[in-house]
């Protein structure tokens, strides 16, 4: 089995293989992720895919090709700015603006547009060190449907991390 780091950039994890779009120190496989996974189905473990989501066109064409080229049970994580943080809207290549149930339709429970792929084992709403940071976690701790709807703007959150499992069709 092997481990991916997309969108790795200069960044090197060890027993990882790195993908990104452009040459960089860190990439050992050059790869357009909007595009195909160039992996056979099944083969991957691990996957970690940090501040690259945002930057693609077709989200669930992303999350197809990694439920594909991943073994059941494989895990899985994605970081990306939450919508409200000022850095999800500072880069102009930045496609995407993601909520914390943008993962949702992906996971247990699919819909009639969306796949079942995954089991959310962990959802991570981070905070930058202001003073209503720990406000914030609260109010996202209580409700996080309610925190999105009325307090995110006041609240600034910094990122979002989801930790998911493959989940392959009986």
Same mark, same amino acid.
């Given at each position: 089995?092997?481990?991916?780091?997309?969108?790795?950039?200069?960044?090197?994890?060890?027993?990882? &293989?790195?993908?990104?779009?452009?040459?960089?120190?860190?990439?050992?496989?050059?790869?357009?992720?909007?595009?195909?996974?160039? +992996?056979?189905?099944?083969?991957?473990?691990?996957?970690?895919?940090?501040? &690259?989501?945002?930057?693609?066109?077709?989200?669930?064409?992303?999350?197809?090709?990694?439920?594909?080229?991943?073994?059941?049970?494989?895990?899985?994580?994605?970081?990306?700015?939450?919508?409200?943080?000022?850095?999800?809207?500072?880069?102009?290549?930045?496609?995407?603006?993601?909520?914390?149930?943008?993962?949702?339709?992906?996971?247990?429970? #699919?819909?009639?547009?969306?796949?079942?792929?995954?089991?959310?084992?962990?959802?991570?709403?981070?905070? #930058?060190?202001?003073?209503?940071? +720990?406000?914030?976690?609260?109010?996202?701790?209580?409700?996080?449907?309610?925190?999105?709807?009325?307090?995110?703007?006041?609240?600034? #959150?910094?990122?979002?991390?989801?930790?998911?499992?493959?989940?392959?069709?009986?």
């Amino acid at each position: 089995m092997s481990k991916l780091l997309l969108g790795c950039g200069d960044q090197r994890i060890e027993g990882f &293989i790195g993908l990104d779009l452009f040459k960089c120190k860190g990439a050992d496989v050059k790869c357009d992720l909007n595009g195909n996974l160039p +992996f056979s189905d099944n083969v991957i473990d691990e996957l970690i895919a940090e501040h &690259i989501i945002e930057h693609l066109k077709d989200v669930t064409h992303f999350l197809r090709e990694i439920n594909r080229v991943c073994a059941d049970g494989a895990k899985i994580t994605i970081v990306t700015p939450h919508f409200a943080s000022f850095n999800s809207w500072l880069d102009p290549t930045h496609i995407q603006h993601l909520s914390v149930f943008s993962i949702d339709d992906y996971c247990d429970n #699919p819909t009639h547009f969306k796949f079942g792929g995954f089991t959310l084992d962990r959802i991570k709403l981070s905070f #930058p060190g202001s003073p209503g940071s +720990f406000i914030g976690r609260m109010i996202f701790s209580i409700s996080k449907r309610q925190y999105e709807k009325s307090w995110c703007f006041i609240f600034r #959150p910094g990122n979002i991390t989801w930790n998911l499992s493959v989940k392959k069709s009986s």
